[in-house]
């Protein structure tokens, strides 16, 4: 568990808030308290949904059980090149052998010619890692989990995550999330 600095959207309500890291997803206070509960106490939240009349049904079976993801990973870090001979460094974390997430990094990230691939790339690693802690933690993706990625990718105004998450937010649905 720990808490990202800046203000963004929770993935519970959606709303904006000082988030808290748990198994993946990212909540404000209130949420984070459900979510504590849902997960550590779950015969006290049938207990309470009887006493409140809101009972809600569990999945008779394949309860989903998402791994958390530890503070600390073990990463393994590959030295590559790219076809016009620039070094990137490719980090790879690993997880009991499977890999959750990945990175990549260059020596020259202050090279202007090199800013749009840099968000390029990091748009994929961001959605990749995404991709992997599904497939091997059981974290749930959402659309807004997606924007979320995309919009931490870009570096500047309408370079290409800004222009896909741009676009792609037009489907979030929900109303309470219509904030821009
Ligand atoms: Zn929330």
């Not at 808490?3 to 000082?18: F, I, N, P, R, V």
């Not at 202050?110 to 933690?137: E, G």
Request: proline share 3%; glycine share 6%; with cysteine.
């Amino acid at each position: 568990m720990k808490k990202t600095a800046d203000m963004e959207l929770c993935d519970g309500c959606g709303q904006s808030a000082l988030l808290t890291e748990k198994n993946g997803n990212e909540f404000c206070p209130d949420c984070y308290k459900v979510a504590e509960v849902l997960s550590s106490k779950p015969d006290l939240v049938k207990k309470l949904g009887k006493l409140t009349g809101r009972e809600f049904k569990q999945g008779e079976k394949g309860e989903h059980n998402p791994r958390e993801l530890p503070d600390v990973l073990d990463a393994v870090r590959y030295r590559t090149r790219d076809r016009e001979q620039n070094t990137w460094y490719v980090s790879v974390s690993e997880m009991e052998g499977d890999p959750v997430e990945i990175f990549a990094s260059t020596a020259f990230d202050r090279d202007q010619h090199l800013q749009s691939r840099i968000s390029n790339l990091t748009t994929i690693t961001r959605l990749i890692s995404l991709i992997l802690r599904h497939v091997f933690l059981g974290e749930v993706l959402t659309l807004d989990k997606t924007l979320k990625q995309l919009r931490r990718s870009s570096r500047q105004k309408n370079d290409l995550p800004d222009m896909l998450s741009t676009v792609l937010s037009n489907y979030r649905s929900n109303e309470m999330y219509n904030d821009g």
